[in-house]
T-cell receptor, first 113, second 112 residues
Framework: NAGVTQTPKFQVLKTGQSMTLQCAQDMNHEYMSWYRQDPGMGLRLIHYSVGAGITDQGEVPNGYNVSRSTTEDFPLRLLSAAPSQTSVYFC????????????FGPGTRLLVL | GEDVEQSLFLSVREGDSSVINCTYTDSSSTYLYWYKQEPGAGLQLLTYIFSNMDMKQDQRLTVLLNKKDKHLSLRIADTQTGDSAIYFCAESGGGGADGLTFGKGTHLIIQP
C-alpha cells in the first residue's frame, strides 16, 4: 500500500491563480479530510468527506472547494489563490472504524505571492 | 467550539522522562490522540486512548487521561534525541466524520 499520497510537494502561485492539490489513498478508506497547518495555529480542518459523493465544510472552508467522485481521490481546489492561503496542506484518511485512526499524507507546501 | 490547549515548548535532558500535557473542552470526545511531527514531515500517529480508559501504555509511551478534568498527558520514558519533534494532541467527537481538533503542538527539545 502507498498509503496517503499528495501532489505536488511544493507549489508557488501568484495571487489570483487557481490550482488543485491532489490527494489519493489506496486503503479503501471512507473518510478523507484536508487540513492546513500554519505556524502557531496547529492543524485546522478545511473540508472533509464521509464517502464518495459526500463532502462537508470544516473549520476554515472559505476559498477552497472539494469534490469526492471516487473513494480513492479527494482533490482540494483553490479557485483564486490569496497570500493568506500560504500554508502546508495535509490530507488524511480513515476507515472510520473502531479507533478512527487517521493516516496523514506527507503534505503540500504552498506559497502564494 | 471545541478547543485543545498545549504548551508550546518542553525542554528535557536526554535520558529523562518527558511529560507533555494537553487540556480539551469537548466533553463528548470519544478518542484522544497523540501525533508526532518531525521537521518537514507529515503527522505520525503515536498512540490513542478511548475516553473510557484512564491509562494506556505502549513501550516507552504512557498516556494518562483524566476525563473529569479533561486533561491528557503523554509521558515518554528515557527520552532520546530521536524524540525531538512537535507533538500534537487531538480529539475526536466520535465517528471520525468531522475530523479531529488539534492543539497547536508542543515542541519537544532534547538537551544532551
Amino acid at each position: 500500500n502507498a498509503g496517503v499520497t499528495q501532489t505536488p510537494k511544493f507549489q508557488v502561485l501568484k495571487t489570483g491563480q487557481s490550482m488543485t492539490l491532489q490527494c489519493a489513498q489506496d486503503m479503501n478508506h471512507e473518510y478523507m479530510s484536508w487540513y492546513r497547518q500554519d505556524p502557531g495555529m496547529g492543524l485546522r480542518l478545511i473540508h472533509y468527506s464521509v464517502g464518495a459523493g459526500i463532502t462537508d465544510q470544516g473549520e476554515v472552508p472559505n476559498g477552497y472547494n472539494v469534490s469526492r467522485s471516487t473513494t480513492e481521490d479527494f482533490p482540494l481546489r483553490l479557485l483564486s489563490a490569496a497570500p493568506s492561503q500560504t500554508s502546508v496542506y495535509f490530507c488524511a484518511s480513515s476507515y472510520g472504524g473502531e479507533a478512527e485512526t487517521q493516516y496523514f499524507g506527507p503534505g503540500t507546501r504552498l506559497l502564494v505571492l | 467550539g471545541e478547543d485543545v490547549e498545549q504548551s508550546l515548548f518542553l525542554s528535557v535532558r536526554e535520558g529523562d522522562s518527558s511529560v507533555i500535557n494537553c487540556t480539551y473542552t469537548d466533553s463528548s470526545s470519544t478518542y484522544l490522540y497523540w501525533y508526532k511531527q518531525e521537521p518537514g514531515a507529515g503527522l505520525q500517529l503515536l498512540t490513542y486512548i478511548f475516553s473510557n480508559m484512564d491509562m494506556k501504555q505502549d513501550q516507552r509511551l504512557t498516556v494518562l487521561l483524566n476525563k473529569k478534568d479533561k486533561h491528557l498527558s503523554l509521558r515518554i520514558a528515557d527520552t532520546q534525541t530521536g524524540d525531538s519533534a512537535i507533538y500534537f494532541c487531538a480529539e475526536s467527537g466520535g465517528g471520525g466524520a468531522d475530523g479531529l481538533t488539534f492543539g497547536k503542538g508542543t515542541h519537544l527539545i532534547i538537551q544532551p
